[in-house]
């Protein structure tokens, strides 16, 4: 049974604090894995937000965990795309993230990531808007290709981070946060939520070590960890 400290942990983790291990435990709609094709997909029980979630993909495919392009989807789309047509797509898909229309801002970012398939802040804004249609699991795919293309930007290497850790994966949330402090030891956040990782994962002692490290640094660490790890 939970102790009372424990589901005090739970609550102030799942409401925000840090998140917690499997929290959400969110399912995905669409259900993108292997190597299946992120394009349309006519089912008569799609509502109309799925069928522009998979209108909005149209180009894309998930492979081995990574957003790819379609070669055979997007050389349509791709035609006449610029550089500068990325930008205007990652503007509009961010107006269209802030009004709360995520599968019309998955499509904005997908054509930005189809006109310069090096710029990480298209599949961050993919990550972004994947979450707000609770798909973790292309949002995984998105902020993993993100860190690939911009490795030491810690920022998305978090959202990668947290969206590991909302899904249930201990060892990949644990690993990410360490990639993370490797590339920069001052980030009192990462530390306070490796505390957390550690905890769950049964390591009371590495669980203090980062606590301190946190205190050190900023970070907000729980105060139903502490106290756990206190008794």
Known sequence: MMSRTHGALAAALAAGVLGLVGCAGQSSQLSFD???EAGPVTRGTESWAEQRMHEGLRGLRIQDGLVTIDAREAA???KGLTKADAAQALSRGAS???ENDFPGAVGEFRTAILADTSLADGYVGLGDASIGEKEDTLALAAYRTATRLAPNDTAIGM???ETLN???DLAGWTAELERLLAIDPAQGEAHARLAVAKYYAGDREGALAQIRLADQFGGNVPPQLRDMLNH
């Open 34 to 36: 292997g190597d299946r």
């Open 76 to 78: 349509k789309l791709q």
């Open 96 to 98: 269209l993230y802030a």
């Open 159 to 161: 959202k990668l981070a």
């Open 166 to 168: 909302r899904t249930g």
